[in-house]
């Protein structure tokens, strides 16, 4: 299996390294703009590819290069100095109006795995440009902020996180929440006085808590986009809380969010329906309020 990851900075470069070890990936791509540096990336991780028992070939170049991959990450981003993931919205929207089409002609089978911010709007943007059905298109959504928060009640509850049984859902941003009516320890649901207030906040702030603190983040991502680009070229059919295109209604466009799915060798395989909370439900509803405006300055900024 290839896999090509577009934009080789602090995440594209975590996500080829953590990549290295996966068996099922016989091709890695490194594409990017500065040749010279993707170049230096591609040569490091050979040689560390030899302390792996089947490491992939690593290869490189442009987006004009980047050909018959089967999945393709999306990593690419302008710089940020800011704490909000909304304001990367118009100038990413514009990096990726420039490569996905030629990305989608020139790897018409592949799966496309979107990591860059605003990930829910950008999600949707890529369905539009690429014209793909919505299941070859997943976006990392909540998937970071699911072990965030498995890690932060873990630790208060002296479990392991393999025993929470949890997702956060809705945007990868401000408005995403806890599931707590589908959240489970050991198979014992969890009530809401379970969950202390510092375990909840230090899901939806340690992101911009790591950004403060070091200027990026990239270990926990490059997991999170390992696991689904490993559950997609094993065919795992594994569920986690990816961004996928969903209907809301009337009043909403189409548009992408966190919600449990499983992910196989087709992309989505499945969209998982949760039962939300009256409380929940309006907590979803303004998560997909928030994707919408985002999603509206996306498309007036290109005349779409
Ligand atoms: N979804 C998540 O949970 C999550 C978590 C962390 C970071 N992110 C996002 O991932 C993105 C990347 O973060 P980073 O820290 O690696 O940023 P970075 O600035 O270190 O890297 C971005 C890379 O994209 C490259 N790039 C820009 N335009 C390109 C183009 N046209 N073609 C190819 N490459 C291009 C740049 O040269 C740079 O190497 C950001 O948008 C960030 O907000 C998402």
């Given at each position: 299996m290839k896999v090509a990851i577009v934009g080789i900075g602090h995440v594209g470069a975590a996500l080829a390294y953590s990549l290295l070890e996966l068996e099922t990936v016989r091709e890695l791509m490194l594409v990017g703009r500065n040749l010279s540096r993707i170049e230096g990336e591609a040569i490091d991780l050979r040689h560390a590819g030899s302390f792996f028992a089947a490491p992939p070939s690593v290869s490189y170049g442009p987006v004009s290069e980047c050909r018959d991959s089967d999945i393709i990450v999306l990593c690419l981003s302008q710089k940020t100095t800011s704490l909000d993931r909304t304001h990367l919205a118009v100038d990413n929207a514009q990096l990726f109006a420039e490569v996905v089409p030629v990305l989608t002609r020139q790897n018409p089978n592949s799966i496309f795995v979107v990591a860059t911010n605003p990930v829910d709007s950008l999600t949707q943007l890529t369905i539009e440009l690429s014209d793909?059905?919505?299941?070859r298109v997943l976006g990392a959504g909540t998937v970071i902020d699911s072990c965030r928060f498995r890690h932060a009640l873990s630790d208060h509850l002296r479990v392991?996180?393999?025993?929470?049984?949890a997702y956060v859902l809705g945007?990868?941003?401000?408005?995403q929440f806890i599931w707590l009516s589908g959240a489970a320890v050991g198979g014992v649901r969890l009530e809401a006085s379970d969950i202390p207030l510092h375990v909840i906040e230090s899901t939806r702030s340690s992101g911009t808590d790591i950004f403060r603190l070091k200027g990026n983040t990239c270990y926990a991502i490059a997991q999170a986009l390992k696991l689904m680009v490993r559950s997609i070229a094993g065919n795992r059919l594994g569920t986690m809380p990816v961004s996928t295109q969903v209907n809301l209604g009337?009043?909403?466009?189409?548009l992408c969010l966190a919600t449990p799915c499983v992910v196989g060798r087709r992309g989505i395989e499945q969209v998982l329906k949760p039962h939300f909370s009256s409380e929940e439900q309006q907590m979803w509803l303004t998560s997909g309020r928030r994707v919408a405006a985002t999603l509206a300055e996306i498309h007036q900024s290109l005349g779409v």
């Open positions: 793909l059905p919505p299941s392991h996180p393999d025993d929470v049984r945007e990868h941003g401000e408005s009337t009043d909403f466009p189409l």
